[in-house]
Structures are given as structure tokens and as C-alpha cells.
């Protein structure tokens, strides 16, 4: 079994300003998936950003970008120039490619940009 | 706008009645979730159907029956809640049930027992 862990219950940012959440996993698996959701106020489950293990390279999309230490077993999100809309709760999730499509959620990381 | 559609939004049920909850999606997606997710934390799955088969279900109480009447829709069928069953329901979709398939979440139908 795997577990995620994130660490920050809540942060909060100046807008503009760039944020880091941080995200530790726990697998003995060697194919797997990492997932960074947002659910902002409106509740629903936004896919952020993706990365696979097999990749070296660094996920990005757009502002969103994250840093994949793959011995250390950490997957952090950066998020450049926060925007108040950047306000939501994130989810960092584990997906082991070889047990079906199955996510396993951190315990989220609340995020208030602040104007 | 979500891809996946929940209906109703909002849902207040006392613990004799008997309601659904419906999720729809026409992204041609095969596999289908139900989560259930309390206050400040994390979805928690209950049920996985893939290709409208019952693949996963996670020791979830009888009184909550999934439905898959056909690869467009996913019922939620409730009968005889508890006080602790109150949450927001979540529906997801993927492609598919194997390998990397991001899932696609609806808005939820936040639930209230009374």
C-alpha cells in the first residue's frame, strides 16, 4: 500500500508571489503516476498537473510546475504569480500504474492568496 | 463547465427516505467513481464501475446501491441514512480503468441527512 503526506494543513500567499506546497509518498512501486487536484470553494476537482515516475523531466502548465525528486520520493507544486483564483484546497495523489486507475490522496493543503 | 454532471447539487433527506443521486458524462470515458468526501478532508472511493461492471467496492455500507444503467450515467441509490453519511458526493470519470487515465470530477451533490 501506499501513502501520501502533506505536511502544510495551510499556507496563504501574497498575490503575485510565488508559492510551494509539498507532497512526500511512501510505494515500493517502480510505475507509477503523480497527480497535484485542486477543489476550489465550487468543489470541484480540477486536475492541476501530472507527472510520470518513468520521467525525469519536470512536469509544467503554465504557472504550475512541480519538483519531482523521485529517490527522495517528494513531489512539490510551485505556483508563480498566485492569482486570487489560485485560492482552493490541493490535493497532491499517487496512482500505481499496475493496480488499476486508483487514487490515493494526500490530506490536502488549504491555500489562501491574499490580495 | 465540468465535464461530468451532478445532479441534484444540494440534498436534504431525512434517514426514512429513499433518493438518488445522478452523474453524467459524454466524454466516451468507460470507467466511473463514486467518492465521498467530509469537511477538510480528502475524496474517499466508495464504488469503481469499468465498462458498466461493478469493479470495486470499497466494504461501503448496503445502504448506499450504485447503479451503471448504461456508459453514460451513474446513479447513486440511498435508502435509510445516517446523521454520518452527510457529505459531498463526488462522480469521476476516466477513459478508461487501466494505466494512466486521469479522472475527471464532477461538482459534487453535497448531502444532508437530517
Known amino acids: 500500500a501506499q501513502t501520501v503526506t502533506q505536511s502544510q494543513p495551510e499556507m496563504s500567499v501574497q498575490e503575485a508571489e510565488t508559492v510551494t506546497l509539498s507532497c512526500t509518498y511512501d510505494?515500493?512501486?517502480?510505475?507509477?503516476?503523480l497527480f497535484w487536484y485542486k477543489q476550489p470553494p465550487s468543489r470541484q476537482m480540477i486536475l492541476v498537473i501530472r507527472?510520470?515516475?518513468?520521467?525525469?523531466q519536470n512536469a509544467t502548465e503554465n504557472r504550475f510546475s512541480v519538483n519531482f525528486q523521485k529517490a527522495a520520493k517528494s513531489f512539490s507544486l510551485k505556483i508563480s504569480d498566485s492569482q486570487l483564483g489560485d485560492t482552493a484546497m490541493y490535493f497532491c495523489?499517487?496512482?500505481?500504474?499496475?493496480?488499476?486507475?486508483?487514487?490515493?490522496f494526500g490530506g490536502g493543503t488549504r491555500l489562501m492568496v491574499k490580495p | 463547465d465540468t465535464e461530468v454532471t451532478q445532479t441534484p447539487k444540494h440534498l436534504v433527506m431525512g434517514m426514512t427516505n429513499k433518493k438518488s443521486l445522478k452523474c453524467e458524462q459524454h466524454?466516451?470515458?468507460?470507467?466511473m467513481y463514486w467518492y465521498k468526501q467530509k469537511a477538510k478532508k480528502p475524496p474517499e472511493l466508495m464504488f469503481v464501475?469499468?465498462?458498466?461492471?461493478?469493479?470495486i467496492n470499497e466494504s461501503v455500507p448496503s445502504r448506499f446501491s450504485p447503479e451503471c444503467p448504461n456508459s453514460s450515467l451513474l446513479n447513486l441509490h440511498l435508502h435509510a441514512l445516517q446523521p454520518e453519511d452527510s457529505a459531498l458526493y463526488l462522480c469521476?470519470?476516466?477513459?478508461?480503468?487501466?494505466?494512466?487515465?486521469?479522472?475527471?470530477f464532477g461538482d459534487g451533490t453535497r448531502l444532508s441527512i437530517l
Open positions: 469521476a470519470s476516466s477513459q478508461g480503468w487501466l494505466g494512466n487515465q486521469p479522472q475527471h
Open positions: 510505494t515500493s512501486e517502480s510505475n507509477y503516476y
Open positions: 507527472q510520470e515516475a518513468y520521467k525525469q
Open positions: 495523489a499517487f496512482m500505481n500504474y499496475n493496480a488499476g486507475n486508483m487514487l490515493t
Open positions: 466524454m466516451g470515458h468507460r470507467a
Open positions: 464501475y469499468s465498462y458498466e461492471k461493478l469493479s
